[in-house]
C-alpha cells in the first residue's frame, strides 16, 4: 500500500525541472521506482508528488559516437543487458549488468536512478568510475558534466541540484588494447562487494597502472592506489598481493547485514586479485 | 480520490480500468478479482507476484499501476486456453514442481518470459533468470526441471 500522491508525467527536460522548481520538496523524481516507492512503501520518505521522467525522449537510447558510449538516464537495467551496442564496446559493463538484482528489478529499474539513489551496495558505480564516466545534468541554471566520482558523495547524497535532472551518462570507450572487468560477491539481494578494473596489459605486463575502483563495502566506491603495477609483469604474484594490500587499505568497511568490517575488508583484498586476474585473463 | 481511467490489454482483452496514481498494479489486478497473482515479501525479493508488462516481467507489488497505461498486463489467469493447459502449467504439474504452490504463478510467469525470449535455454539460464523467483517448499530442482521440460514441449 502507497499513500496517496500525485503523479506528474514530464515529457520534456525543460518540463522536468520546472516541476521540480515549481513542486519544490513536495516532490521527488521518479524513474523505474525500484527504490523510491520502496522507501514510500517503508514510511522512511513522503511524497506528495512524483515526477515521472521515463516520458522524456532525450533520458532514452544508447548510442556510440566520439569513442563515447552514451546512455539515456532512463535506461533500464534490461536494456543495457541486451544492447548490442553495449557488448561491442563494453563487454564488461554489459556483463556486470546482467547480473544487477533479479530479472524484475533490471526490467524496471534504471541507471539513472542507480546513480542518484546513491545506495552504496549498487554494481554500476565503481565500474563508471574505473572508466573515467561523466554525468549529464540539467537544471534551472543549465547544463553540465560531472564525473560519477564528483557526483556520488555519500550514502544516499549526491551533489545533484535541487531542480536539476539527470539527462544521460557518458562512458569513455576504453582503447582497443585495453580492459575492463568487474567481480563481486554477495550473499543477500545485493552485492557485499564489487570491483572494478580497467587497464591495459601488452606482452605480459600491465602498461600505465590499471584503474581500480572498490564498490559496495564503503559509504562510497574507493580508488585503489596501482601506480605500483605500471610495468609490473601480469602474472607475477608479489604485485598481485601488493595490489589487495592497497585495496585493503584504501576502504572502510561499513558493518551491516553483509558482514563486518574486517570481513569486508578481507574480501576486497581477495576480489580485488580476482579483478586484476580477470584483466589479465580478458587481455589474453 | 483522483482516478484515472486508463486502457489495458489484460490477457489479452482490451480493458478500461480506474486506478488512483498511487494504486499498486498488484492491488488493480487483485481488485479486478484475479487473485492468483499473490503478494509475499511485497519488496521485490520473492517474485510471488510477478506478471509481465509489455512482456516484461515485472514485481507488480512494487509497480505503479498507472504504468500499465496502453500496455498489455499478462497474469496466471490468461495462460491456459480454456481447459486446455499451458505447457509450463502441464510441466510443473507434471513435475510435482509445487507443494503449497504460493510461489508457483509468479514461477510461471517469469519462465514465460524467459521462454519468450530463449525458447531453448540450458539450466545455467534457467537458474540465473529465475534466482529472484523464491519458493519455500520444493528446493527449485523439480522447478528448472519442468521450465527445461516446457521448453522442450514447446519447441517445434
Ligand atoms: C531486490 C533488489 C535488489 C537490488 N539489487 C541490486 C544490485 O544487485 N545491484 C545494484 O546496483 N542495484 C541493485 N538494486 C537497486 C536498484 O533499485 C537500482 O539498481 C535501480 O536501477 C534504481 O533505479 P530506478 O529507476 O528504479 O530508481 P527510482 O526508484 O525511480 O529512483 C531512485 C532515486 O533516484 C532519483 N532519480 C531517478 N532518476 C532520476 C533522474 N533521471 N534524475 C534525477 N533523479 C533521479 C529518484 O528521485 C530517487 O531518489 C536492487 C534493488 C532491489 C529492490
Ligand atoms: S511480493 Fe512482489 S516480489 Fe515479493
Ligand atoms: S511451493 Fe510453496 S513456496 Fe513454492
Not at chain 1, 533479479?102 to 534504471?110: C, E, H, K, L, S
Not at chain 1, 584503474?211 to 602474472?235: C, F, H, I, K, Q
Not at chain 2, 516484461?56 to 496502453?70: D, K, N, Q
Not at chain 2, 489467469?77 to 481447459?83: M, V, Y
Request: aromatic share 4%; with cysteine; net charge negative.
Amino acid at each position: 500500500m502507497l499513500r496517496r500522491f500525485e503523479l506528474h508525467r514530464a515529457t520534456s527536460v525543460d518540463e522536468a525541472i520546472a516541476l521540480r522548481r515549481d513542486l519544490g520538496d513536495g516532490a521527488a523524481v521518479y524513474a523505474g521506482g525500484t527504490e523510491i516507492l520502496m522507501t514510500m512503501k517503508m514510511g522512511i520518505a513522503r511524497w506528495p508528488h512524483l515526477i515521472d521522467v521515463k516520458p522524456i525522449p532525450e533520458l532514452h537510447g544508447i548510442t556510440v559516437s566520439g569513442g563515447m558510449l552514451r546512455i539515456g538516464a532512463a535506461v533500464a537495467h534490461w536494456d543495457l543487458e541486451r544492447d548490442p551496442a553495449v557488448a561491442r564496446a563494453i563487454p564488461a559493463f554489459a556483463e556486470l549488468e546482467r547480473n544487477v538484482a533479479n530479472v524484475r528489478v533490471r526490467a524496471a529499474g534504471t541507471l539513472g536512478g542507480n546513480l542518484a539513489f546513491a545506495e552504496p551496495h549498487a554494481d554500476p558505480p565503481a565500474f563508471l568510475i574505473a572508466l573515467d564516466a561523466r554525468v549529464v545534468l540539467s537544471g534551472s541554471e543549465g547544463t553540465r558534466r560531472l564525473a560519477v566520482s564528483d557526483l556520488i558523495t555519500g550514502m544516499y547524497t549526491t551533489t545533484l541540484g535541487a531542480d536539476e535532472i539527470l539527462v544521460s551518462i557518458e562512458i569513455p570507450i576504453p582503447a582497443a588494447d585495453a580492459r575492463a572487468a568487474y567481480v563481486k560477491f554477495q550473499i543477500l539481494e545485493r552485492p557485499s562487494v564489487g570491483v572494478a578494473i580497467a587497464g591495459t596489459v601488452r606482452d605480459g605486463r600491465f602498461r600505465g597502472a590499471p584503474a581500480v575502483v572498490v564498490g559496495a563495502v564503503d559509504e562510497v566506491p574507493r580508488r585503489v592506489p596501482t601506480a605500483a603495477l605500471d610495468g609490473a609483469r601480469a602474472d607475477d604474484a608479489a604485485a598481485a598481493d601488493a595490489l589487495a594490500e592497497a585495496a585493503r587499505g584504501a576502504v572502510d568497511p561499513v558493518a551491516d547485514l553483509a558482514g563486518a568490517a574486517d570481513y569486508k575488508r578481507h574480501l576486497v583484498g581477495v576480489f580485488a586479485k580476482r579483478a586484476l586476474a580477470a584483466l589479465v585473463a580478458e587481455a589474453a | 480520490m483522483p482516478q484515472r481511467t486508463m486502457a489495458v490489454a489484460l490477457n489479452g482483452s482490451k480493458r478500461e480500468v480506474a486506478v488512483a496514481d498511487h494504486t499498486l498494479l498488484s492491488e488493480m489486478i487483485r481488485g479486478l478479482g484475479l487473485l492468483g497473482t499473490k503478494v509475499s515479501c511485497d519488496m521485490q525479493v520473492c517474485g510471488a507476484c510477478t506478471v509481465l508488462l509489455d512482456g516484461r516481467p515485472v514485481s507488480s507489488c512494487t509497480t505503479l499501476a498507472i504504468e500499465a497505461e496502453g500496455r498489455s498486463v499478462d497474469t496466471i489467469e490468461g495462460l491456459a486456453d480454456g481447459p486446455r493447459l499451458h505447457p509450463l502449467q502441464t510441466a510443473f504439474l507434471e513435475k510435482a514442481a509445487f507443494q503449497c504452490g504460493f510461489c508457483t504463478p509468479g514461477m510461471i510467469m517469469a519462465a514465460k518470459a524467459l521462454l519468450a525470449e530463449r525458447p531453448s535455454p540450458d539450466e545455467a539460464a534457467v537458474k540465473h533468470w529465475m534466482d529472484g523467483n523464491i519458493c519455500r517448499c520444493t528446493g527449485y530442482e523439480t522447478i528448472v526441471e519442468a521450465v527445461l521440460d516446457a521448453a522442450r514441449a514447446t519447441r517445434p
